[in-house]
């Protein structure tokens, strides 16, 4: 019990990301409000983000940024060197991120112009007359 215990702990990290991802699972599936959809959604990506960037981190490992003529001499021992790969892909993400909440929220003002709510209810009743 006492081993269990201690790898929970010892990953809380991840604890944390999985209910992060669950409160933004929550908001897009169990809300009828539009923003509150794309706030869980935010929140979704975000723990994913969060996710990705601390699976690529090192203990007491540096940037990678090396000096050739030394990587050249002695070769690069990779356990002090981070991988820069999921940073770079998650900086990508973030600026994804940003583009789609923009776009959803140009919508969410649109369809409050054409229905006056954003209600998902009352925008499908209002669709159906």
Do not use: C
Request: charged share 20%; net charge positive; aromatic share 8%.
């Amino acid at each position: 019990m006492d081993g269990l215990l201690n790898e929970v702990i010892a990953k809380y990290n991840y604890w944390i990301y999985v209910v992060l991802m669950m409160i933004g699972f929550y908001a897009m599936i169990g809300k009828n409000n539009l923003v509150k959809k794309l706030l869980g959604m935010n929140i979704f990506q975000t723990a994913i983000i969060l996710f990705f960037v601390s699976t690529g981190v090192k203990r007491d490992a540096g940037v990678a940024i090396v000096d050739k003529y030394e990587v050249l001499k002695h070769g690069v021992d990779a356990s002090t060197v981070v991988n820069p790969l999921p940073h770079v892909l998650m900086l990508t993400a973030i600026v994804v991120s940003v583009s789609v909440t923009g776009v959803a929220l140009a919508l969410l003002i649109r369809i409050h112009r054409r229905y006056g709510s954003l209600e998902e209810d009352e925008i499908l009743e209002k669709i159906r007359q």
